[in-house]
């Protein structure tokens, strides 16, 4: 598994940006894939994720509503369309990958049950 983000950026508070990941590894049918997001001097916060067999998805309080995780099994792409950004959603957004069915997420989506990692893409809100 080899996961590779795009789609970072600058954009206005109100604005909205799409990220995309791709898996240039494995086929990603079967795993459980994420988004999370870390700011400087911040914990790693799970964004959303998908379960990508079925398309079950969970988001953070923070973003709900507001943006929303797909896949394309066919293509290797993890997907996360973010609208009504705030300058709070700036951060390092990275993709995730467990090739594994996703936990219930009860306490919310949890990096260490991630095994495999992107190396982000900025997003910034001014």
């Known amino acids: 598994v080899q996961l590779v983000e795009s789609g970072g950026g600058s954009v206005q508070a109100g604005g909205s940006l799409s990220l995309s990941c791709v898996d240039s590894g494995y086929s990603i049918s079967g795993v459980c894939m994420a988004w999370f997001r870390q700011s400087p001097g911040k914990e790693r916060e799970g964004v959303a994720r998908i379960w990508m067999n079925s398309g079950s998805t969970k988001y953070a309080d923070s973003v709900k509503g507001r943006f929303t995780i797909s896949r394309d099994n066919t293509n290797n792409r993890l997907y996360l369309q973010m609208t009504s950004l705030k300058p709070e959603d700036s951060a390092l957004y990275l993709c995730?990958?467990?090739?594994?069915?996703?936990?219930?997420?009860?306490?919310?989506?949890?990096?260490?049950?991630?095994?495999?990692w992107g190396r982000g893409t900025q997003v910034t809100v001014s």
């Open positions: 995730a990958a467990k090739p594994a069915p996703c936990p219930p997420d009860l306490g919310g989506i949890v990096a260490l049950y991630y095994n495999y």
